[in-house]
């Protein structure tokens, strides 16, 4: 199994931390953001982890790491910084954002878990928005969940918080039966279109497992009770994972 950092963005919130430094390289309690990912990966016995970096790349220097670079990280996002390490979808991988801290052992339940597709989704996620912001309906997605545990829906605008039945934290798991699938999906959408309001090109990650969730293969939630910590300012900096 191989571990994916996806740490290509400017991380312009964060300046000017992130002024000489891509955002995953900010320190937080003394130690890069992309440190904890790494520990988090070696604790759960991945046998290759990969990086994809972006802006400020070169600041990005580690042994235990393999390097991929999305040239183009200031017109893209999510989806295209993934498939900038295409060729590294061959074998069961755990795909990370960069900017997260989270438990060892949440990575560990997601890996253990035996699902094709599965993502991690706080149930208390409230509780650490409250501590981030005065409005967390005003930055929440949707996620809701069928009875079979499945995603139907996620990363849209909430009209409430009935419609957030806990929030997608940016950790997933693609088996690597589905890769084959889930290449040739990407490959044959629509370079045109519009996904949730966005191009091709600069498509959510939330809108690219909701096509796959509509239109290849069910998505298995994995439910947490916090433990985890998304930094998008330095407000967040300060903040505790619950």
Request: net charge negative; hydrophobic share 40%.
């Amino acid at each position: 199994m191989k571990g994916i950092v996806l740490a290509a963005g400017e991380g312009s919130r964060l300046r000017p931390l992130t002024d000489d430094r891509p955002k995953c390289m900010v320190e937080y309690r003394g130690k890069p953001i992309l440190d904890y990912t790494i520990e988090a990966f070696q604790q759960g016995g991945l046998a290759e982890i990969i990086v994809v970096g972006g802006y400020k790349a070169e600041a990005i220097q580690r042994s235990s790491v393999r390097s991929y670079l999305n040239p183009r990280y200031a017109s893209t996002n999510m989806v295209h910084t993934l498939f900038c390490a295409e060729e590294e979808l061959t074998d069961d991988i755990i795909v990370s954002y960069g900017d997260i801290i989270y438990h060892p052992d949440i990575l560990k339940t997601l890996i253990a878990d035996p699902g094709i597709i599965v993502v991690v989704v706080d149930n208390r996620w409230e509780e650490l928005w409250r501590r981030r912001m005065a409005d967390p309906l005003s930055d929440a997605e949707t996620m809701k969940i069928d009875p079979s545990g499945n995603i139907v829906e996620l990363g849209k605008k909430p009209n409430s918080y009935a419609d957030i039945q806990g929030q997608y934290i940016g950790l997933f798991k693609l088996a690597r039966s589905i890769l084959p699938q889930i290449r040739d999906f990407y490959h044959s959408l629509d370079r045109t279109a519009q996904y949730d309001g966005k191009s091709f090109d600069q498509m959510y990650m939330t809108s690219f497992l909701q096509l796959i969730a509509d239109q290849l293969h069910p998505i298995r939630a994995l439910p947490i009770e916090g433990g985890w910590l998304e930094i998008d300012s330095e407000t967040d900096l300060e903040c505790q994972a619950v």
